[in-house]
């Protein structure tokens, strides 16, 4: 390509508004343009590095059998209804109406039509298992669209949907989809870690996320900082063990504590520390009261909390409750003489803690010298905290960090989340009908992109992978009125391109730091300078990656082009 033909709009400035490095540089070397919020058109080199992202993941989807269709992006609005009812949620979506008063959506998810595509089509065993992608074009409501790619309403989606006769033929299938999503991360060259979360509907088997490292990321991960350990924050497992000292046990003693509302003001009040305090909850798990308990410095984490108590959902109790319960405000509750009957559930920090701080029921009053089991009993010691970096991971190598980062892919074991209530059924071997085991995989390709461009880039502009890059050379003569220059530069392009290799061929008539700008800005693997010393057949080399810059005898350009673009 010759980029005095080409439609690359490079910016010499940094354009307003703009958060991320990503969305800067994007914008900037001509890959993209806002039209309004959250609404981008791809340019042509734009448009290129998303091509070659879906022929990755084509590549990773074929290998495991997977078929690719294609279902619309408008859809009949009883299927957003069929949403709402499953999973309560339904605010993302765009609606609008046809001239007849019928009224549509436009796709976010496909989980509803291909369920219902499905359930018309497959009606035996004989049929499944069967998995269907997609990628196309979708569209959600965000509320607020934010860092160009990474956050929009209009984005390029990869969707699979995979439909069993058991959870033993799911589990296959979502282990096959886990290996070649963690292929085509790999492929990709993104920093990325594979995520046990949180199952947010009661029959979903099982969720992995995969988290791409960006500082300015939505979901934090916690990693341990020598072994392989990674997950959500809220899902990272806290060791058990804690040190107890070996203080003689004292006697409660009860003191005023004036107006002191917040943990810490009641530990500066009493100068102690606040890892000997206690902070006592009252929730509501279901309809049945729970009192919660956790070291000062700590925070319960309710995902955990709800695990282990088994219950369907948990909320802290309202004020009037808590003042029903115990006649005193929030402030001030404790775990000494509770009403009898009420569930104690503890942290196992909680267990160490000797001669500690707690409410005492009363208010503006505490209790000193409080001790596990000999001042109050604890029905169940749990994992109920947030886990801090600091803490031991869990797999016991090295200590639990913190990183951020965006989710680019996410597999979800739904099991008959759908299936159930949309009767997607199938006839087993003997006669009788199931439900169908489904699971649902997705990445946002146009996120992936952005995520690329925010981890690979210096300050000079992108750094695109060999196997990403819109181009892999770009051939800069310095003075097309120089005669040598133009032939070699002539006979080089027309020599690379037999030799297969996609090349930019910067013909324009500027001055050559404008031409090097540009170049550093848009970021392929290699430019070729040609100079003053193409009389000696010598050419300039730089590697956009590291920098670095060597010369090559036009003789052995091919050779070594060739070697550096097939290695990994």
């Known amino acids: 390509m010759k980029q005095s033909r080409a439609f690359i709009p490079t910016l010499r400035e940094n354009p307003t508004d703009v958060e991320t490095t990503s969305h800067q540089l994007l914008l900037r070397a001509g890959f993209l343009r806002r039209h309004t919020s959250g609404v981008y058109s791809y340019l042509p080199f734009g448009l290129k590095v998303l091509r070659k992202i879906e022929a990755i993941i084509r590549e990773e989807m074929d290998a495991i059998d997977a078929v690719e269709m294609v279902t619309p992006i408008l859809q009949e609005s009883e299927l957003s209804q069929e949403r709402m009812e499953i999973d309560g949620d339904g605010s993302d979506l765009f609606h609008l109406q046809d001239e007849r008063n019928r009224t549509y959506i436009l796709g976010a998810l496909h989980t509803e039509l291909m369920t219902s595509l499905i359930k018309e089509e ?13 990628i196309i074009t979708k569209f959600q409501d965000e509320p607020r669209p934010r860092f160009g790619l990474l956050v929009n309403r209009e984005f390029v989606k990869s969707e ?51 988290i791409a490292k960006a500082n ?32 003689i046990l004292h006697e409660v003693e009860k003191v005023k504590t004036p107006n002191k509302r917040s943990i810490q003001e009641v530990a500066d009040f ?63 509750i404790g775990p000494v003489q509770l009403p009898v009957g009420v569930k104690i559930v503890a942290d196992f920090a909680v267990a160490a803690i000797v001669n500690g701080v707690a409410g005492a029921n009363e208010d503006d009053y505490h209790l000193l010298n409080v001790n596990p089991e000999k001042d109050f009993a604890v029905n169940q010691y749990a994992d109920l905290r947030y886990a801090e970096e ?80 819109p181009y892999d050379i770009h051939l800069v003569p310095i003075n097309l009125n120089d ?86």
């Open 270 to 332: 009493l100068d102690v520390s606040i890892e000997k305090c206690m902070k006592t909850l009252i929730y509501k798990a279901d309809d049945e009261i729970v009192v919660v308990i956790c070291r000062g410095d700590h925070k319960i984490n309710e995902i955990k909390l709800k695990n282990a108590i088994a219950a369907q959902s948990v909320e802290l109790a309202e004020e009037e409750a808590v003042k029903t319960l115990l006649s005193c405000e929030p402030g001030s």
């Open 160 to 210: 699979a949907y995979s439909f069993h006769i058991s959870d033993e033929s799911l589990h296959e299938t979502y282990e096959q989809m886990k290996e070649a999503y963690s292929n085509i991360f790999t492929k990709l060259n993104l920093d990325c870690y594979i995520v046990d979360s949180d199952a947010s509907m009661p029959d979903n088997l099982g969720v992995h996320q995969f």
């Open 122 to 134: 497959v009606k035996s065993y004989k049929q499944l298992p069967l998995t269907l992608y997609q």
């Open 483 to 568: 005669a040598i220059q133009k032939e070699l530069a002539d006979n080089l392009y027309k020599l690379l391109q037999t030799y297969r290799f996609e090349v930019l061929y910067d013909d324009r008539p500027e001055r050559a730091g404008v031409k090097f700008a540009d170049a550093d800005l848009i970021g392929l693997p290699i430019r070729i300078t040609i100079g003053k010393k193409a009389k000696d057949g010598i050419l300039e080399v730089k590697f956009r990656e590291t920098g670095e810059i060597t010369e090559w005898q036009v003789e052995e350009v091919t050779e070594k082009l060739q070697a550096y673009f097939t290695l990994n």
């Open 216 to 247: 300015n990321g939505d979901e934090e991960i916690a990693y341990s900082s020598t072994g392989s350990f990674a997950t959500s924050v809220e899902q990272a497992i806290v060791s058990n063990h804690y040190e107890k000292s070996d203080e």
């Open 390 to 469: 600091g803490d031991i991971a869990p797999d016991g190598i090295g200590t639990i960090k913190f990183t951020k980062g965006f989710e680019v892919g996410r597999l979800d074991a739904l099991g008959t989340t759908y299936s159930k209530p949309m009767n997607a059924t199938f006839i087993d071997e003997a006669g009788t009908e199931k439900s169908m085991i489904m699971g649902r995989y997705g990445m946002n390709v146009s996120r992936i992109m952005a995520v690329i461009a925010e981890q690979y880039n210096d300050e000079f502009g992108l750094k695109w992978p060999k196997n990403l890059s």
